[in-house]
């Protein structure tokens, strides 16, 4: 879109004739070589023309300016960038200050997310150079200018060296009114990530073949110590603002984050009116046959400022129908997301205590529960999938319930901002016909951030702090008899990173985190043999360090190594009676290296990531030389990939995209130094490539378009066919998704799967025949989704 730049006059300023007769006689006096006498008479000791230059190099003075969007609206936090110097953010009224500098000339960068960029040369001459007002016009933007809270530290994309993946708030909107399952949104946009099982859960879910953490504005929920496999859909996408995902190894968040981090960040208040609306209706249709398909979601969204106090309030009911395959026939419901109901409900109040002092207050409910008619045939693999058939059984399924808490504050102290995060998040998992887990995570989180100015054009930031945690975890039967003892997790760490910027060109980055867990697990009793709890203590130390140089807008390379860990899932031991001490639950240190490059040319921008992933060990348990005794893995792994992200305008009306990703894997089956063995499907992903269209018809009307082909993967004999072991077919999908704004309505309309695709998800293929076949399930037949939005 086109960059508007609005800039008010100077002020006037009144001519001082005496002080211009000066500087008259001083040039003269430079100029000519006025004798000694004639420098007495006017009042002052000649100087050179070398010594004046110099003189007036040592003046400094300061750039001001207010910045305001197309309506004229004040913007806060908008980066304003004077290039080789220094770097500052406007202020809530939008005004902004750039002190201290020398006089001279510079080129100036004002950029903000969601934003076209504003660029100008400018030339300091006085104590106070006033740009004005400045006009900064919205524009879709994919790969840079994107604020990454996910590091701990707010800051643009093109100041992170290493790979992460931003989904913005208009591009999740578009994905989940085409399929509103958060694995699928993710799959489609996150290269490295396991594609969507199409279920209630994600098991095998990983990213760049290892198990990521997942975090609701930075509170976790992943279950790391009997794995729930439900951390994806633990919130509903109508309460999101945007996600971030950290690609690859990171010890930011402590236990867990091997793969890299989701965080869901929820929704945000829309300052500037005290009330703003939206409400969203969306129904679905099985195309192929709409018997028993028919479902729903109906949305709403109250957001405002008043005063100091400002609000989000968001509240969401769905149903799902019946799941048809491509073939009409009813798959079976076994972890399914047919005849499902869900809900979500999310609060949020902050309030503006001081410019420098903030505090927020964050509540979200989630709850999805399937009760179907149907109960689910076993399938053969190769031949028939699993399908289902009427029942009288009560088959009920799903996430009873997830309850996050969340306090935060927000102080500006000197130089130095805090941030204190409280938290507490409750769940419960149900997995039909089997049994329950239950997981509680209570925790603290001190963060602060010191900058220091180094020279006139490089300055450092110290991030540093501590985290506690503590993780109660325990599965039950159906009749909540225990499955595993009560296991109990409490972490301490203390951590510390460093940015620095040396000039506007070159960012250098590291880090350490150290963390204290201990373990305490409760008895069990197992057939009738009791199991005495036990402790155990352990420690992780980890480091980080990258670099980026961003000289040249058409290739910024950056490169990094980073550590993460996870710890296995103890209770899949616990839970057959062995005792705590016959297992080895130390932390697995996973090693990331990464080399890519962002670059921004013409109408293009791009990203380009290769990583190469060591660990020591794996994260299942295997039984040592000592009968009834385990420990981790001892099967060193290196998994290696390449990703792509790319968006190309050729003209106004029309954006193309494509995310790809490939990765590969060996392990050393028999620790010998040589990995000649192939990692399996439940670890390695096939290769993907997703490939958009988003076509501007008219200025109210547009249509997106969506095409992914996940390939195949075919790696071991049929001897050895096994869980994660049985080929991979791979398929191609394709949507469409049409949207029409008419004043304050927006119409929609989309189709998933388009060409009714017949197809198994990876997950149905990994299982194979394993669980007589239940896994064994076609993916979704041909739906469309009619909604309309209204914003007030």
């Known amino acids: 879109m086109a960059l508007e730049l609005s800039t008010t006059p100077l002020p006037t300023r009144k001519v001082n004739p005496y ?45 001001v300016g207010l910045v305001v969007d197309a309506q004229g609206a004040p913007l806060a936090s908008v980066h304003v960038r004077l290039h080789g110097v220094k770097s500052v953010k406007s202020d809530k009224e939008g005004r902004f200050e750039l002190t201290d500098v020398n006089y001279g000339k510079y080129h100036l960068t004002l950029s903000a997310v969601g934003f076209g960029s504003v660029s100008r040369d400018i030339e300091l001459l006085d104590a106070q150079h006033s740009l004005g007002t400045i006009t900064l016009t919205a524009e879709q933007r994919n790969l840079d200018e994107v604020v990454v809270t996910a590091s701990r530290l707010a800051e643009h994309m093109d100041e992170v060296p290493s790979s992460v993946t931003y989904i913005g708030g208009k591009v999740l909107d578009q994905q989940r009114q085409i399929n509103d399952n958060l694995p699928s949104i993710l799959m489609q946009k ?41 951390d994806l859909r633990t919130i509903d996408a109508s309460a999101i603002d945007h996600i971030e995902v950290v690609n690859g190894a990171t010890a930011m968040y402590g236990n867990g984050a091997a793969g890299g981090v989701i965080n869901y960040i929820t929704k945000k208040p829309q300052t500037g009116k005290k009330l703003n609306s939206s409400t969203y209706l969306n129904n679905s249709l099985n195309l192929v046959k709409p018997s028993e ?16 106090w400002d609000y989000v309030v968001q509240g969401k009911i769905g149903r799902t129908g019946v799941v048809r395959s491509s073939d009409a026939a009813v798959a079976s419901p076994f972890y399914g997301l047919g005849e499902t109901k869900s809900y979500n409900a999310l609060a949020k109040i902050g309030y503006q205590i001081t410019p420098d002092h903030r505090l927020e207050f964050m509540g979200n409910y989630y709850r999805s529960l399937q009760d179907s008619k149907y109960v689910g045939t ?67 989180r001190l963060n602060f951030n010191t900058p220091f100015q180094l020279d006139a054009s490089s300055k450092m930031s110290l ?47 590291g880090g350490v985190r150290y963390e204290n867990i201990r373990f305490k697990v409760g008895d069990l009793t197992k057939n009738g043999k009791l199991t005495p709890g036990e402790n155990n203590n352990s420690d992780a130390f980890v480091f980080n360090i990258s670099t980026r140089y961003n000289k040249y807008n058409y290739a910024q390379p950056f490169a990094s190594f980073s550590q993460g860990y996870s710890i296995g899932d103890v209770g899949l031991i616990l839970r057959n009676g062995v005792p705590l001490s016959q297992i080895d639950p130390k932390p697995v240190v996973v090693n990331n290296f990464e080399l890519g490059f962002n670059g921004k040319l013409d109408i293009w921008d791009y990203q380009l990531t290769g990583y190469y992933s060591t660990s020591k060990k794996g994260t299942t348990f295997a039984e040592t030389s000592t009968p009834g005794n385990y420990e981790l893995s001892q099967v060193p792994q290196r998994i290696y990939g390449l990703e792509f992200v790319a968006n190309v305008k050729p003209v106004k009306w029309l954006s193309l995209g494509t995310v790809l990703g490939y990765m590969d894997g060996r392990q050393d089956l028999k620790n010998e130094g040589n990995y000649k063995d192939k990692l399996d499907n439940s670890i390695i992903s096939p290769f993907k ?30 001897e050895a066919y096994n869980y994660g072991k049985y080929p991979i077919s791979g398929y ?14 927006t119409f929609l309309f989309s189709i998933n799967n388009l060409f009714n695709a017949d197809y198994y998800p990876i997950h149905a293929e990994v299982r194979g025949a394993t669980n007589e076949g239940r896994y064994y399930i076609k993916g979704t037949g041909t739906m469309a989704n009619l909604g309309i939005q209204f914003d007030l």
């Open 463 to 509: 991030i540093y702090g501590m985290d506690l945690l503590k993780d109660h975890t325990v599965q039950k039967t159906l009749k909540d008899e225990l499955v595993t003892p009560d296991m109990n997790m409490n972490n301490l760490a203390f951590y510390l990173q460093s940015k620095i910027n040396i000039g506007t060109d070159w960012i250098l980055k």
């Open 19 to 63: 002080g211009m007769t000066k500087i008259t006689a001083a040039l003269l006096c430079c100029s000519f070589s006025l004798s000694s006498s004639a420098s007495t008479d006017f009042g002052f000791k000649c100087k050179s023309h070398y010594d004046l230059s110099a003189h007036k190099m040592q003046q400094k003075g300061s750039v």
């Open 378 to 444: 076993t399938g053969k693999f190769g031949e028939s999938p699993a399908i289902g058939i009427p029942s009288d059984t009560v088959i009920n399924g799903g996430t009873p319930y997830n309850k996050a808490l969340h306090v935060k504050y927000d102080g500006q102290y000197g130089k130095t901002a805090a941030n204190l995060s409280l938290y507490y998040e409750d769940m419960n998992t149900v997995f039909e016909t089997y049994n329950q887990n239950y997981s509680d995570h209570k925790g603290a």
């Open 732 to 745: 191609d999908l394709v949507d469409v998704q049409t949207r029409y704004k008419y004043q304050k309505f």
């Open 293 to 308: 398909t028919y479902g729903y979601n109906i949305a709403q969204v109250f957001s405002g400022q008043i005063d100091r």
């Open 689 to 718: 490539i997703n490939l958009n269209a988003d076509v501007k018809l008219t200025e109210q009307w547009n249509v997106y378009l969506q095409y992914l082909h996940l390939g195949g993967r075919d790696v071991f004999p049929a």
């Open 190 to 230: 996150v290269p490295s990530i396991s594609p969507s099982e199409e279920s209630q859960n994600n098991f095998i879910a990983k990213i760049r073949g290892r198990n990521f953490l997942v975090l609701i504005d930075g509170i976790p929920q992943s279950t790391p110590l009997r794995n729930g496999g439900r």
